[in-house]
């Protein structure tokens, strides 16, 4: 086995090892922390590397899964009470490891860049390590509970991120609502993880023909039917589907993703919008042989994927839908990202591993692009995030602007140049081959469109026209970040928008350039990402191909022209107009803009039940246990009483006697050291005889 | 065996009897004229540096040899207790450099180091004679030290007190050794076990054993041959005391045990409950039952500290003992851990009694009062070597306890016979809590008159202390310090 495989597990303890190191160091130790996690995070990459090569060579072998499995506890005597942990090297998790490593390194200088001023930047960097070092984990796992474990541990970085701003009550408040939404589907995440050990034996993914992921065990699960008539194996893909919904913010699960962008930007970026939220895709990815599993014979689609798909797609269009009438920036591209993995679900659904994975890492590029971008804005904005107040911020960001130009390209599916197009395109033409439905294709058109216009709003009020934001205040801002100041950055009033730090933009641009040229490993003409990653069905350029490419440019351009007619021709002059949209008829723009009321509907529902349940219990607590415990407490001081008697007049009285006659024992002993020699000798001759006739008389017995 | 050969091997007692000469020699020679404070510390850097050399020689000598006919033997484990003997003599001498009562300097520190070869060789001593030999140097010296104090008529009637009830011992010794003789025609350990073996326990060996153990009840001050110990360790200079309770009771201890197991291994009989046989085991036993429960009793009433020290060294001589009930080899090594770190926190605990004394002019508890205040160094360590004798864990003496008492229940199904007396070690040393806590009150607790400047104590003796303390508290915590190392002894020794 090679080295690499062997040792994979030093690319997630190399940030463990950063995070646990710089929770000890003290807080004042920023450059340190910063360092070291940006080095383990470059060593993680270097190792991802070296992996996604050796993956590169293996790939074309008879068995391209390599893995590494140890006996991890024995919970119960046999084989089979040997509960193993492992890890995998094949193309998806080589895939997954490059992007994140590289994405999180560009990230985490960015990071040195967003968070100089914050006073806990040590404490962020001990939280981004332990976030990269649980990704990481979820991507190498080659067994469902260590995976999991993972998972928790993500959701906690997460959530421990989301509020890294605690004293912000909205942040608090964003990161509960984050933790408690995501461990709805993790409830049912790990039914399905007991139901599939209690049908597979295990939990290992590939085992040498003996995991749960191989064809012994998917053709004993897929031959059992259960409720609704559901095969075992589709029953078990859709409750970790759940799960995946829960991480990855499908509808209805979403409604923590566009809260969680309370947190610092960058967090945004990393978590929200590459690579934890991808986690869900990566994981219907991962079980896709247990989802895809059907009877011999059987032509449909099985229901698992076919769950994947309607969510997916569903989720896609009313995310866009929802963007289209926001004016927070980061809200704006949260839903955005919503819609996005909605695509990659519907991909994973409708065509497979490779579709939903190449729109996973292109959009990974692109999105954290678009957020490091707007991160940028927001900062040199002073902490804006309206769009409204912004506008012609290109004149004061000009390689904020550029490279979120492309961001924007990438996301919209500009035709031909950017990635994002092919990446879409590959889903759009997986949808439109779909045996069950032509539906989610003509959503995902929708979509298409949807997210065009909203990318073309945005930039349109942020980087077009004059900028509207206050100009005549006091220059805190500046004051506080003397960095700024001193690289010479041209600012033209103290007030005015300025340009980021290098820190900031160097990454900006890297992953510009990554956002174009990714694009190139996966057309139809070359299409050898879908091939690495197992698919081999590559069609070219087919009239079918080109057809449906034509329709999605023509889509494309049709989103972008109206949101150029509509924001680009006539600026908006005050902050205050109304937005163009508020024309649609039936109130349209409100129930955009208010997300359709979901998170109300769950406020009237759910949470009021579970309040009312609260009270229920409550008063149950107070009535009946209440009174249980108060009589209790009454026997409780009843006997405490009695023991209190007890002790003072039985045990201290018999204690004080005795202490008092060992005293008196003490002065008696002493007595005999009567100072007189004498009587000293005598002893000797007394002890002797005594002894003696002791012994003799003890033996005689 | 030639005498070079000899030499050789007992290279290390021959340093420490050269450096004894030496420090009288400089002493009377070239520091006559100096300070008293200044000829002791030199004297004690003299000797310190000599019995360092000492246990250098004893490092780097052979490690197994038996000479002059079997009289002496030199194994890995003598070696051992050699090295702690040397180390508690450093300490003693160390302890005693603030010394005020004598200005015989050279005299004292020649005395102690005379007394330390006595003990050494007692230590390597195979045959009786050479037993009662060893004894006696140690005793004679220990009798000179202890009268050293001349200015102190107490300290010359607690010495001819010492004296003479030593001298009586040392003859019901020396008539019980004669009778072993008589009975077996030898005076080699190994020859006399052999000649006993199978005959039984007639009366004359029963009288030989009791003299025998009367001889050493006295060395170690068991009940009821300990009566010389109260007025000896209060009227002796304090460094004297220290030194009585401690090499000079690890060395007795060891070759105690030696003549009891080795000498007298065919006649140990049973102090089992309900099971008696006779036999030395159970005249030990009632011999160790009285020493705890009358020390432990007799020190609560005590007034001054260095009296309550002698009880509470008589209550530790019973758990000592209790030891040698265990009859197999394992016991040497818990009993060498627990005589030298009892020996270490005794010596620590007189030093700092050196302390008050010469500060307040006497020992008397109420002298205790505010200590803590005038002197939070020496008070700091006080609490801790007065914790180690109560056995608090995780100071050493907890550990000591802990490993003799697990000897004497481990081996096979005749010990729980002996849980009788374990049970009465643990409640008496629960009664021993009450008097080292009396201490400790006086030092902390009760608030006095404020004599902020009457105690002042150098650097030097804070030092001395703290090391000490610190030891007592590594020892507790890594008990292999100590023991891994007689471990191995024991394993290569069979």
Redesign the interface.
């Known amino acids: 086995m090679a080295w690499i495989v062997k040792n994979l597990w030093l690319v997630p303890a190399l940030p463990l090892l950063a995070a646990g190191l710089s929770a000890l160091v003290p807080q004042r130790s920023r450059k340190f922390s910063a360092s070291l996690a940006i080095g383990s995070m470059i060593g993680a990459f270097l190792l991802s590397l070296w992996a996604f090569a050796h993956a590169l060579q293996h790939n074309g072998h008879e068995n391209a899964k390599e893995v590494f499995n140890f006996a991890w506890l024995q919970f119960a005597s046999g084989d089979a009470g040997i509960l193993k942990l492992g890890w995998v090297l094949d193309p998806l998790t080589a895939v997954m490891l490059v992007m994140v490593t590289f994405i999180g390194t560009l990230i985490f200088i960015y990071s040195t860049g967003y968070m100089a001023h914050d006073d806990n930047f040590t404490r962020f960097f001990t939280f981004l390590s332990l976030f990269a070092a649980a990704m990481l984990g979820i991507i190498i796992s080659n067994s469902l509970l260590l995976l999991f474990m993972c998972w928790e541990l993500v959701g906690l970085a997460s959530y421990l991120l989301i509020g890294f701003w605690y004293h912000k009550p909205s942040a608090a408040a964003a990161a509960k609502k984050a933790f408690i939404t995501t461990r709805i589907g993790d409830v049912c995440f790990f039914l399905g993880i007991m139901w599939l050990y209690h049908q597979a034996g295990t939990l290992l993914f590939y085992d040498n023909g003996a995991g749960c992921m191989e064809q012994t065990a998917l053709l004993k699960m897929v031959t059992q039917t259960t409720y609704f008539g559901l095969a075992v194996s589709a029953a078990i893909g859709i409750l970790i589907f759940i799960g995946a919904m829960g991480k990855s913010g499908q509808f209805p699960l979403h409604v923590w993703l566009p809260d969680a962008m309370e947190g610092p930007t960058p967090v945004s970026a990393l978590i929200h919008a590459a690579t934890m939220v991808a986690a869900g895709v990566f994981l219907v990815a991962r079980v896709y042989p247990l989802m895809a599993v059907h009877m011999d014979g059987a032509a449909v689609e099985t229901a698992a994927l076919q769950a994947v798909a309607w969510v997916g797609a569903i989720t896609a269009v009313f995310a866009a839908s929802i963007a289209v009438a926001q004016n927070d920036i980061k809200r704006i591209l949260a839903y955005s990202t919503v819609s996005q993995l909605g695509y990659m679900m519907m991909g994973l659904g409708t065509g497979g591993v490779a579709v939903g994975m190449f729109h996973l890492i292109t959009h990974a590029f692109f999105k954290a692009l678009l957020f490091m971008g707007a991160g940028s804005v927001i900062h040199g904005c002073h902490e804006e995030q309206d769009i409204r107040k912004m506008g012609g911020i290109r004149n004061f960001m000009p390689a904020t602007f550029l490279t979120y130009a492309v961001g924007m390209m990438a996301l919209s599916g500009f035709p031909v140049f950017f990635s994002g197009f092919w990446s879409k395109d590959a889903i759009l033409h997986a949808a439109h081959g779909w045996s069950v439905s032509h539906l989610p294709f003509y959503l995902g058109v929708a979509g298409a469109f949807l997210t065009a216009f909203y990318m073309t709003r945005q930039m349109a009020l942020v980087f077009l026209g004059k900028y509207r934001g206050e100009k005549s205040q006091s220059p805190r801002h500046h004051a506080k970040s003397p960095l700024v100041v001193l690289k010479g950055v041209p600012v033209g009033g103290e007030n005015d928008p300025h340009e980021s730090p290098r820190s900031m933009t160097m990454p900006l641009i890297i992953l510009a350039i990554c956002a174009i040229a990714l694009g190139a490993i996966g057309t139809p003409a070359w299409p050898w990402f879908q091939s690495f990653l197992g698919d081999h069905h590559g069609e070219g350029f087919t009239y079918d191909v080109i057809q449906l490419m034509v329709t999605s440019t023509l889509v494309v351009f049709a989103g972008l022209g109206l949101g150029l007619w509509l924001y680009g021709r006539k600026q908006r002059n005050t902050v205050d107009e109304p937005d163009v949209l508020e024309k649609l008829p039936m109130g349209m723009h409100a129930w955009f803009a208010n997300k359709y009321g979901i998170d109300e509907l769950y406020e009237m529902t759910v949470i009021r039940f579970n309040a009312w349940f609260a009270r229920v219990c409550a008063t149950i607590d107070e009535k009946f246990l209440g009174i249980l415990v108060l009589l209790l407490s009454y026997f409780t001081v009843a006997l405490g009483w009695v023991s209190n008697a007890f002790d003072n007049f039985v045990i201290n009285l018999g204690f004080d006697q005795g202490c008092e006659r ?2 008196r ?3 008696l ?2 007595r ?2 009567g ?1 007189r ?1 004498q ?3 005598r ?2 001759g ?3 005889v005594v ?2 006739l ?3 008389w ?2 005689g ?1 | 065996m030639n005498y070079l050969e000899l030499l050789k091997l007992f290279a290390p007692e021959t340093i420490v009897v050269v450096t004894a000469l030496v420090v009288l020699a400089v002493d009377l020679t070239s520091m006559r004229e100096l300070e008293t404070r200044l000829r002791f510390s030199i004297g004690g850097m003299i000797a310190s540096v000599g019995c360092a050399a000492a246990i250098l020689g004893i490092l780097v000598i052979p490690e197994r040899a038996n000479t002059v006919g079997g009289m002496m033997a030199v194994s890995p484990l003598t070696q051992h207790v050699k090295i702690c003997l040397l180390a508690l003599t450093v300490f003693t001498v160390l302890i005693s450099i603030e010394a005020k009562f004598t200005s015989h300097v050279g005299e004292y520190l020649g005395l102690i180091l005379l007394a330390t070869v006595g003990m050494m060789f007692l230590v390597s001593a195979q045959d009786v004679l050479m037993v009662f030999v060893s004894l006696e140097l140690t005793s004679l010296s220990l009798y000179t030290l202890t009268a050293f104090n001349k200015r102190n008529i107490k300290s010359a009637e607690a010495a001819l007190k010492y004296f003479l009830f030593g001298g009586m011992a040392a003859a019901f010794m020396l008539f019980g050794l004669s009778l072993i003789y008589g009975l077996t025609g030898s005076t080699n350990l190994h020859a006399i076990a052999t000649a006993l073996a199978g005959k039984g326990l007639d009366p004359l060996l029963v009288v030989a054993i009791v003299m025998t153990v009367i001889g050493f009840g006295f060395k170690v001050a068991a009940v009821p041959f300990h009566l010389w110990a109260p007025d000896a360790y209060e009227g002796a200079p304090t460094p004297s005391a220290a030194f009585i309770a401690s090499g000079s009771k690890l060395a007795s201890f060891f070759i105690f045990a030696k003549i009891m197991m080795i000498g007298f291994a065919g006649a140990e009989g049973s102090a089992a409950f309900r099971s008696f046989v006779a036999g030395w085991t159970p005249v030990i036993a009632a011999v160790a039952a009285l020493s705890m429960i009358l020390g432990n009793l007799a020190a609560i009433v005590q007034r001054s500290v260095k009296r309550l020290l002698a009880y509470s060294a008589i209550a530790h001589a019973g758990y000592m003992l209790l030891g040698l009930m265990a009859n197999s080899s394992e016991i040497y090594l818990s009993l060498i851990y627990y005589a030298t770190t009892y020996g270490l926190a005794t010596i620590g605990a007189f030093g700092v009694v050196a302390l008050v004394e010469n500060s307040m002019g006497d020992d008397k508890l109420s002298s205790f009062v505010g200590f803590s205040k005038r002197a939070p160094v020496a008070a700091f360590a006080m609490m801790i070597f007065l914790l180690s004798l109560a056995g608090i864990p995780p100071l050493a003496g907890f550990f000591g306890k802990f490993f003799l008492f697990a000897a004497v229940l481990k081996p096979g199904a005749s010990s729980l016979g002996l849980l009788w007396l374990v049970v009465l070690a643990i409640a008496t040393s629960a009664v021993s809590f009450y008097y080292y806590l009396k201490v400790l009150k006086q030092i902390y607790v009760v608030n006095g008159t404020d004599r902020k400047d009457a105690t002042n104590v150098s650097w030097f003796a804070q030092v001395v202390l703290l090391v000490m303390a610190i030891l007592v508290i590594l020892l507790g915590c890594f008990p292999n310090l100590l023991v891994g190392g007689l471990q191995a002894c024991l394993a290569s020794s069979g």
Request: no cysteine; hydrophobic share 60%.
């Open positions: 060992v005293s024992g003490g002065k002993m002493s005999l050291q100072g020699v009587i000293y000798l002893v000797i007394v002890a002797l002894l003696v002791f012994l003799i003890g033996g017995k």
